[in-house]
């Protein structure tokens, strides 16, 4: 009786083990065959950080940008710019319809429970002003993880915090070409970091176009902005415009641009996050702004939160 009960026993513990290493291998099937679907992900959301909408309805770095020298500040979140990008549509069924586009658009392939990618200010270390936005995806553990901490613009390149970091260097304008990141299993099951969907540091495109500066094509794509005005009336989004220094302080510049002396700039300064040369009478310099208004019978010039670049 004794040794029945025992064989029993044993009996029951092998069936035990057999069950229990059968349903280890169907769980570890399905989340390795889950892990390789969020893999396989990845050439679609290269696609989307390239472009973020196939028809070019949806680009962050122009609305982003928009933002930043309309308001002279980061885009808080992602509802804030959505709700900028609806506000121009005055009929309320056709905004509705926008938003919600919108919010498709901006969804976070890889959330595990569908959210919308997150925008975030950073912030200069020193100076503390928003000097930028950042734009996060889940990543591959499908949930955000940094959402409380303030980002600052040094720190980008924190493999610590983000999985594709070495995209990144600090203080870096944005990513035209992301690597891919080789994801690990463990990534998937116990991911503490984030993915850098967009990155845009605000003050850094003046030094990259300064460096790009061409009289020629300045004074074509001065034309061609006059171009549109005459022929809608609408006023163009930021522009980057060199003109010649005639009066200067800390909140405001004036001058003659450059392309045309005929036509007279006039815009609000927003602060510098750091100590640059201070731009002085007669200095040419190159002003990133929002185009507040434009009269070409009186050739001047209206802009405001601009940012200043020496040539």
């Excluded at 099937?29 to 893999?39: E, I, V």
């Excluded at 300064?210 to 300045?218: G, I, K, M, P, T």
Aim: with cysteine; hydrophobic share 40%.
């Amino acid at each position: 009786m004794k040794y029945n009960k025992a064989g029993k026993r044993k009996r029951f513990i092998k069936l035990a083990l057999i069950c229990f290493v059968l349903i280890c291998a169907i769980l570890a099937f399905f989340l390795y065959r889950a892990y390789t679907d969020k893999l396989n992900l990845y050439p679609f959301v290269e696609r989307q950080m390239m472009q973020a909408d196939y028809d070019g309805l949806v680009n962050f770095q122009d609305n982003l940008t928009e933002y930043f020298f309309n308001h002279g500040k980061a885009v808080p979140d992602m509802k804030n710019l959505i709700d900028s990008m609806a506000a121009g549509i005055a009929d309320n069924h056709e905004r509705d319809e926008y938003t919600s586009f919108l919010q498709e658009n901006f969804r976070d392939p890889w959330s595990s429970d569908s959210q919308l990618l997150r925008i975030y200010p950073v912030y200069d270390r020193v100076s503390g002003l928003e000097v930028g936005n950042i734009v996060l995806s889940a990543g591959i553990d499908g949930k955000i993880n940094n959402c409380s901490t303030r980002f600052f613009s040094d720190e980008i390149h924190n493999s610590d915090q983000f999985y594709n970091a070495s995209d990144y260097a600090a203080n870096s304008m944005l990513v035209q070409a992301p690597k891919r990141v080789d994801y690990a299993f463990s990534d998937y099951l116990l991911g503490q970091r984030d993915f850098i969907y967009f990155y845009i540091n605000y003050f850094e495109p003046d030094t990259f176009g300064v460096e790009l500066f061409d009289f020629n094509h300045a004074a074509d794509y001065f034309k061609s902005m006059l171009s549109f005005f005459n022929k809608t009336g609408a006023v163009p989004m930021h522009k980057d415009l060199p003109f010649i220094v005639s009066e200067i302080s800390k909140s405001s510049v004036s001058g003659r641009l450059l392309v045309d002396t005929s036509y007279f700039v006039n815009s609000s300064l927003l602060s510098l996050p750091e100590k640059r040369e201070v731009n002085e009478l007669g200095d040419t310099v190159i002003i990133s702004a929002k185009v507040v208004s434009i009269d070409t019978l009186g050739r001047k010039i209206l802009m405001k939160n601009g940012i200043l670049s020496g040539l």
